[in-house]
């Protein structure tokens, strides 16, 4: 996401107020920063939910021509709305008066996916109630409100202007891949009628009826955190002051691939959907910087050199934190479909110490003492690659499945 920025001259008294610099990682504060990053991450830790297909809907962008897609997909984790009956309905739309009926759905991102011709069409996933979902099959009134409501939600959070003829795809219950939706537990309490300590109304994204002059408010979106700038710091070590370490706290990201991280020689600047951060620096090489985000900590710890530093090697700048394990990559005999990678991890206790990433063409681990980052001539399908760790030999063992390989019955 490309945004224009504005550089501002700021003096150093100002920038320390802002963010930590310390000199040594081991310090207190350093410490009180890590146990609170920790204790939030139990209260704002997002619960990660992947939905399963529902049915697709097919309609088009009305300025641009556009076609679109809508994957209505269901889970247990979002609430059901208020029991009601076809009656009750009709007479909620055709009353004047404001109802307490409200449809909770989490509207995911726009993603881009590939149709059956190959072109390349939005989606966007809506997660609602399994239960409310199979009311809407089986009740025709349910489902005309339903699919109103959800174009008018999507319109709304996105402003865009949806064709209302709208198809529902007979052979196809998702178009692409459904994507995981972070959804926060105190609000899915709130949702679900239980008491917090902060009993804030929750915005209703829209209000929505078929008839414009009978609108009300219908649905009530499951939101995801708003954009906001992170906690890090900023540290040096006392042995090496030509390094510069930050550590960002990220807990609703889920993938490297969320963020998006620009350095320059005297700013960082970190964007993704929940986060944006922009912080000046001093004289850094940024072809000289690496970054590394740790799935299970919600970290990303960017290393960043000056620019009057000696050259070495990429790898020498994060000496005595992390080292490239032996490992190796092979396939089987007339196994097409598949690519083995087995990495010797001798220093590894446990599974949970172990943070694997797979993208389209690329393999990142870490831990605690290793990092690994590879890029392979090959197609990776995450969802049906696997992973296996033997904590007698010490070997993490990934099975990779191509893209295209034909999936099981």
């Known amino acids: 996401m490309a945004r224009k920025s504005v550089f501002l001259d700021v003096d150093s008294s100002l920038r320390e ?53 809508m994957n209505i997909c269901v889970t247990e984790e979002i609430p059901a709305p208020k029991d009601i009956s076809e009656t009750e309905l009709e007479r909620i739309v055709s009353s004047e008066e404001m109802s307490d009926f409200r449809v909770p759905m989490s509207i995911g ?45 999507v319109q709304e959070k996105y402003s865009l202007t949806l064709d209302n003829e709208m198809i529902i795809l007979k052979n ?36 929505i009826l078929p008839q414009e002059q009978n609108k009300r408010k219908l649905i009530e979106a499951i939101s995801s955190p708003d954009r906001q700038e992170p906690k890090y710091r900023l540290l040096q070590k006392k042995d090496n002051q030509f390094v510069l370490y930050a550590e960002i706290y990220l807990p609703y990201i889920i993938s490297h691939e969320e963020i998006s991280l620009s350095i320059g020689e005297d700013r960082l600047i970190l964007d993704s959907n929940y986060y944006f951060l922009d912080i000046f620096m001093d004289n850094v090489d940024r072809d000289r910087c690496i970054s590394i985000f740790n799935k299970i900590n919600k970290f990303l710890t960017i ?37 083995y990678l087995a990495v010797s991890l001798p220093k590894i206790k446990s599974a949970n110490d172990i943070n694997l990433e797979l993208g389209m063409d690329e393999v990142r681990m870490e831990t605690p003492n290793y990092f690994l980052n590879l890029f392979v001539d090959f197609e990776i399908d995450a969802d049906r690659s696997t992973n296996n760790f033997d904590d007698s030999q010490k070997l993490l063992t990934v099975t990779m499945t191509h893209l295209k390989a034909q999936k099981s019955p």
């Open 303 to 339: 290393t960043m050199v000056h620019k009057d530093a000696p050259k070495v090697a990429k790898t020498e700048q994060i000496e005595n934190a992390k080292s490239q394990p032996e490992y190796r990559l092979y396939r089987k005999p007339e196994d097409s479909t598949h690519l």
């Open 172 to 207: 196809k219950k998702s178009m692409g891949t459904l994507q995981v939706h972070r959804l926060r537990p105190m609000e899915m309490k709130e949702k679900m009628g239980e008491k917090t300590q902060t009993q804030n109304k929750l915005p209703s994204l829209t209000n």
């Open 17 to 69: 107020r802002n963010y930590l610099l310390a000199k040594d990682p081991a310090e207190d504060e350093m410490e009180k920063f890590f146990s609170q990053a920790a204790a939030d991450r139990q209260i704002q830790q997002p619960k990660l939910v992947k939905p399963s297909p529902g049915m697709c809907l097919k309609t088009k962008d009305v300025k641009t021509g556009k076609k679109m897609f």
């Open 109 to 153: 991102e726009i993603h881009v996916e590939q149709d059956n011709k190959g072109s390349k069409v939005d989606v966007c996933d809506i997660a609602v109630n399994t239960k409310f979902f199979k009311k809407i099959q089986t009740m025709r009134s349910f489902k005309e409100i339903f699919l109103a409501i959800v174009l008018e939600g």
